[in-house]
Structures are given as C-alpha cells and as structure tokens.
C-alpha cells in the first residue's frame, strides 16, 4: 500500500496540495510495484490543526474523479502485482467517507476507531472494504497519556467489539481488515510488544495491515528524528511483520517495500 499525501504538513514532508502532483505519484509507485494506492488529505499529525470536512473532500474529490482513468495505461512492476491497483481512502468523517466512497473507492481508511456504525454503513452501502484501526479517543487529539494493563489484551476486546459492530451494521466479514494502530494512542512499549506478538491478531481470521513506514517508535529505537531515514527500520519491521502474519504494508518508499518482500519471497521458507 502506497502512500499519498494531498496535503503540506505530513510528518515525513512527502505531500503536496496538488492534484496533478498526487495523480503521477500513484503512477509513480504502482509502477513500483504497489497492489493499493492510499490517499488522504489531512496529516494524522495532533499538533497540526484539523481542516474541515469541506476542505478535505474538496483535495480528495479530483483526485478519485481522475484516478481510474489516470493510471489505465500505468505500467505493472511483477505478474502477481494488483491490476488495476485498488484504491483507498485515507478518512475517518462519515461526512468525507460517503461522498468520497460515491465518486471512487475500494477500502476506506478510518483512523477513527469505529466510535459508532456510520462508516461501516457506508462501506456496505458502496460496497467497499473497511480498515478498522484500534486507537483511543478521538483523531487529531494526543492520547499521549492512554496506558495499557495488557495492549495486546486491548487490542483482543477492540477487535471483537469493533467487528461485531461492522457485521451489525451490513458489512461482510471478509470486507474487514485490521490495523493494529502502531504509534496511536501508544508508547514505544506498546508498539514493540504488537511487533512481537502480532501472530496473535490471526486469530480473527481477517488481513492484517501494518502501517510500519518511518514511525516514531521506529525512531526512537534508532534514535533517528527525520522520519526520511527511517527506511531501513521499516525495512526490518516489514520482515518481522511478514513473518508474524501480516500480510498489507502501508509504506511510503515503494521501491524498498517491493525489494523486501521479493527477497524474502526468493530466500524460501525456512527448513529445520
């Protein structure tokens, strides 16, 4: 999954208020090998200011108007690469999600937690994907303070909560995925014991994203404030994300993802 900032203020300064920018980065990184475009167009980032729900579909819109057509004759890096790739909408508002969803939209990108059933509803209703991330509190707000008994044990009742709401709302299981939340609502130790016992989430039988690209734990690790240098972190978490069952990584250097998982693809299962 590649990443698409419509937007100045990403904490990896990769965006640009700039539909035709945006429109040649997804023919960028599919021809680098990208199965899932992700666009957004507000930063995550909690000490920025939040844009309105107007200003945000207003970047989205013509860019998800002029994708399919944009990448059509868009070249493929390997046979087993998603063509056309699927398209996803980085947005947690209902009031953006429904819109968007309507003009063009395969999965929608909800960082808010599920607080209630609307962008479940409207998953069903266009008959998209939803990823469920699990966080705590409201987006765009730090939760710096949130503390965990057992986050892996959070992260068991969210999910059972949260897929229960999505089914109760109309939307089929295998229209779910997961989204561990890495870096929100979470301290360094809360993000490596979910490195270290992601296998655990396979319980719930759905795909598992790892959003891995340049976080903050990463950075703190490494002791590496520019998320740009970052890469070989992400690098290492892919592998260990590979090998513990996730199986979608949301990055923003393409090229290096493709690299990591074609190696590992070509180093073969292990043999005792």
């Known amino acids: 999954m590649g990443i698409i900032n419509i937007n100045d203020d990403s904490f990896s300064g990769d965006g640009k208020i700039d539909t ?21 167009a507000e930063s995550a980032r909690t000490n920025r200011q939040a844009i309105s729900p ?5 970047r989205l819109a013509p860019f998800l108007e002029q994708f399919p057509a944009f990448i059509a004759d868009c070249a493929i890096r ?9 398209l996803s909408i980085n947005t947690w508002r209902p009031e953006v999600a429904g819109p968007a969803l ?7 990108n909800d960082m808010s937690g599920l607080p209630d059933d609307r962008n479940a509803k409207l998953c069903a209703q266009h008959q998209a994907a939803l990823l469920i991330m699990h966080s705590m509190g409201e987006p765009k707000i730090p939760h710096t303070h949130v503390q965990y008994e057992d986050v892996i044990a959070s992260l068991d009742a969210f999910f059972e909560e949260k897929i229960t709401l999505a089914r109760q709302a109309g939307l089929a299981e295998e229209s779910i995925l997961l989204d561990p939340g890495i870096d929100f609502a979470k301290q360094k130790d809360d993000n490596l014991a979910i490195y270290g016992r992601l296998f655990h989430l396979k319980r719930f039988h759905r795909p598992i994203l790892l959003p891995v690209s340049r ?19 992400t690098a290492a978490c892919m592998v260990a994300g590979i090998l513990r069952g996730a199986s979608i990584f949301r990055v923003h250097n393409v090229e290096m993802a493709w690299r990591v998982t074609q190696s590992l693809h070509h180093l073969g299962e292990p043999r005792s």
Do not use: F, H, M, Y
């Open 20 to 40: 035709t920018w945006a429109l040649e980065r997804a023919r960028t990184l599919i021809a680098e090998g990208a199965d899932i475009i992700d666009v957004g």
């Open 54 to 58: 107007q200003q945000e579909l207003d």
């Open 78 to 86: 390997d046979p087993l690469q998603l063509t056309p790739p699927l």
């Open 102 to 108: 309507a003009i063009n939209g395969d999965i929608l």
């Open 215 to 233: 976080k903050s734990v990463i950075g703190r690790v490494l002791d590496i404030a520019d998320p740009t240098q970052r890469d070989a972190g």
